[in-house]
């Protein structure tokens, strides 16, 4: 797997890494001055103030865009609220104050359509495979607690099975109606639960198989 590439500025540094973008574009359609992938190199960190830079790189879903201020600007925190939201036929969008493999993270998109290469993370394989899952699943009676302001959500993806996430957390649709509250929930990430986004033991009779730590 390729590296994140560096890009440096005067007042701010901008890595990217290719392997976690799902190419949402939110970077290119809101800073095209700064993000243009027709240009060499396509990303110019000079070419608007660092606090513009950091905020739109904060709405990167998959943070595969990240940065580090040099101006003595603030560096990125977690959301309040450890949240995950359901993509239409495509991912879950993770953000919140978030742990993988012991690494801390901000924002992550990962795979729920069983396609990924780079599993846990999606890698816009879903496109291609024709997924097919609502964003917008009706609420569900899942609501044990959640919610706690600045607590750790833990993702453990389970071995040949789903995604683990253990911590406080909400979870909605696309547009951000809740669907379910809790402290440990378990996500389909085969592609093949009928009770989407939640894993209902499908993964078992598909034979899917996705080791712990990808």
């Keep these: 797997m390729a590296k994140p590439r560096s890009y440096s500025g005067?007042?701010?540094?901008?890595?990217?890494?290719?392997s976690r973008c799902i190419h949402s574009r939110n970077c290119f359609l809101s800073l095209p001055q700064v993000f243009d992938p027709a240009r060499k190199p396509w990303v110019d960190p000079d070419a608007v103030p660092a606090e513009e830079v950091a905020a739109i790189i904060r709405t990167c879903p998959s943070g595969a865009?990240?940065?580090?201020?040099?101006?003595?600007?603030?560096?990125?925190r977690p959301a309040g609220i450890n949240r995950v939201r359901i993509h239409e036929n495509g991912p879950l969008e993770l953000t919140g104050d978030l742990r993988l493999n012991g690494e801390g993270h901000t924002r992550l998109t990962l795979c729920r359509c069983g396609a990924s290469k780079n599993k846990p993370f999606c890698d816009s394989a879903h496109k291609e495979a024709g997924f097919a899952a609502t964003g917008m699943p009706p609420a569900s009676d899942k609501d044990s607690g959640g919610?706690?302001?600045g607590a750790v959500l833990e993702i453990?993806?389970?071995?040949?099975?789903?995604?683990?996430l253990v911590g406080p957390m909400e979870v909605t649709d696309a547009t951000g109606g809740r669907i379910a509250?809790?402290?440990?929930?378990?996500f389909c990430r085969c592609g093949h639960s009928a009770n989407k986004p939640f894993c209902?033991?499908?993964h078992k009779a598909t034979g899917f198989s996705a080791p712990a730590e990808e």
């Design 200 to 202: 209902d033991g499908s």
């Design 147 to 149: 919610n706690e302001i």
């Design 181 to 186: 509250r809790g402290e440990k929930l378990f």
């Design 156 to 164: 453990r993806p389970v071995p040949n099975g789903p995604l683990g």
């Design 10 to 18: 005067t007042d701010i540094d901008i890595s990217f890494d290719m």
């Design 65 to 76: 865009l990240q940065f580090t201020r040099k101006d003595g600007g603030a560096e990125e």
